[in-house]
């Protein structure tokens, strides 16, 4: 049995991969293998099969063109524009992660031909790509203000230089040094370590580690911190 | 020209509206008008045309099944579980609304059947219906721990009382008079009037309106009022 009378369309998923490699903030982008638009930067996207669900096609489409496996995407929303695609109507779900590059660099093997740019100095991508990296750039932002989801980026024993990178790459912005570091021991959340990073700078730099159990009962302190997300989506 | 060899699908937009009548949450339902399920206790849905953008077609499907218009809808998700329609394979995307029911009663004839139904006691509803609802539920709660988006369903003018209902309607939770009402006047952003609400109770409710400049200024204040919307959210 089928309804009747209803059109059926195309529909599309496209992967938005965020990475931090313990400096910068990058997202992986590919050369699209199809016209039109063959050879210009693309998120990685394909269409939906008629066994899969959206999920599942999303996982299939990222492994197919970049080798990444068991990244955990998360949904954005769908770009229904009807214009948004040149050759025929598709409507896209747009998916997102946000990663950590060290530890999926194996699997990320040449043979892809996929590449990370700096955030802030990504190409002009295909169609609709480049508002769906904006919007996904902020549900991150409203994300990391109320989630440790950043933390999970750093390795065990970070530095709080290290921590400023991070949040400074994330929102784009530069933080004080000596009020980023007193807001962020405030909250308590941080247990200092007995050894020092000296590889970045003379002085060094203390390594902490994070009281996870603190920072799931002491949610609100760590909002604080980020007392305004709002002010850096646009 | 098409792209070749890749399936089509039908894809449907799902309305859930949620309103609050002064006292209570509730949620517009309607009967499903056609096989299978007939008759059924159901969202406003229906399939996007090939000209359509998802928003269009919510607002088309819930002006067509309710009278409702102008409501400004949010994009919840898409929900493309394969099996999820068992006529014939569809993806939804939801657009989920919070609505001052009272705005909208002239709106809302009853040539519609559309009903309102309290939250809490929701008829079961056909295919995915009820997950919708309970991921729009807490999406909904985390908006409005972060936004002012609750303060746009009560009057300018409102009690602590009335602010108390609306929030413990949404969290399906009761709060501490006391504590409430304390908490909330310590965000400092509430200004209280010189008039009393006296119908509700004997000793009367004095009537506050929020200082919506300092409320946008000192947002985190409010933040703390509901430190952990994780807690709510299922």
Known sequence: MKYSGQARLLVAVDCIIFGFDGDNFKILLIQRGFAPEKKKWSLMGGFIQPEESLEIAAN???KKLTGLE??????LQAFS???RDPVERTIAVAYFALIDIQKYQKQLS?????EWFLLDKMPKLILDHNPMVEIAKNRLRYKAALHPLLFELLPEKFTIPQLQALYEGLYSTTF????????LLSTGLLIRQKEKDKENSRKGAFYFKLDKLKYSDNFDAFLKFIPNPDKFIS
Chains 1, 2 share one sequence.
């Open 176 to 183: 004080d040094k000596r009020n980023f570091s007193r807001k």
């Open 70 to 75: 068991g990244v955990y995407m998360e949904q």
């Open 81 to 83: 524009n009807p214009d």
């Open 60 to 62: 299939r489409i990222l």
């Open 110 to 114: 040449t043979d892809y031909h996929a």
